[in-house]
């Protein structure tokens, strides 16, 4: 997530933990970024019967980024009976206090309650999963991330090294690269950011009628935890912000060598 949208845990130790049931092995690179927004991640645990055929897509990747496979058997047949041994594991860090933060890779709402009692504790926590995510998981965390963002992120870096390997093929990368904001326009058509600008908003303004982009950013999260601007096809809030300037004016101001973003509501 971009730096104006919600303080980073800069350098402050995360744990990922991943319900490989739930989760799709393709993104484990996107998920470890997403992660690592927030902090050093030093706990990498996918949770899973390893024993079934199902679990083989995780196997060359898991030792690639370094993560531990943790065993749970299936106890009854068509069960999830990963879901007892990763909250087990994430109270025992959780009480250790061995990391800051967490991210739980799931679109199982079975983790709501674990997302909420890591939350009581003053503890970050994000989730990862799919848009069928129950709402009571995604409003259970702090940040939540949809992985058809994180897909879309990832069909977007492809093309590059296609580009340089063989440049003939241009005409193909530029394709893709039109195919991919299709997603996000859907997702606005279905979903106009504008009601939750406008509260974020609210929240944020001051008395003089500017609102800083960054206090914007977290009255977002408080109003919902799956805000993504790449959702709506913009990588930062303030491009998001940008493209709205028949209603919302914008100002940068320099402080200490850092630029701060403002945003106005237009009368």
Known sequence: MPEEQINTLARHKVAILIDGDNAQASLLQQMLVEAGRYGLVTVRRIYGDWTTSSMNSWKDTL?????QPVQQFRYTIGKNATDSAMIIDAM????????????LVS?????????????????????IGEKKTPKPFVNACDVFVYTSNLVAEAKAHRPSPQKRSQPKKKPEA???????????????????????????YEMAVQEDGWARLDHMGNA??????????????????????????????????????STLFYVKLKE
Request: with cysteine.
């Open 63 to 67: 030792n690639y980024y370094a993560f």
């Open 92 to 103: 025992d860090l959780l009480h250790t206090g061995v990391v800051d933060g967490f991210c």
């Open 107 to 127: 679109s199982d709402s079975d983790y709501t309650r674990l997302a909420t009692r890591i939350r009581e504790s003053g503890v970050f926590v994000m989730g």
């Open 174 to 200: 530029t394709a893709a690269h039109v195919i991919i904001p299709s997603a996000p326009a859907e997702a606005e058509s279905e979903n106009d950011p504008m009601p939750t600008l406008r509260q974020a």
């Open 220 to 257: 977002l999260y408080q109003l919902d935890p799956s805000f993504d601007p790449r959702t709506y096809g913009h990588r930062q809030l303030s491009r998001l912000m940008s493209s709205y300037k028949d209603l919302f004016q914008m100002r940068t101001q320099e402080i200490d060598g």
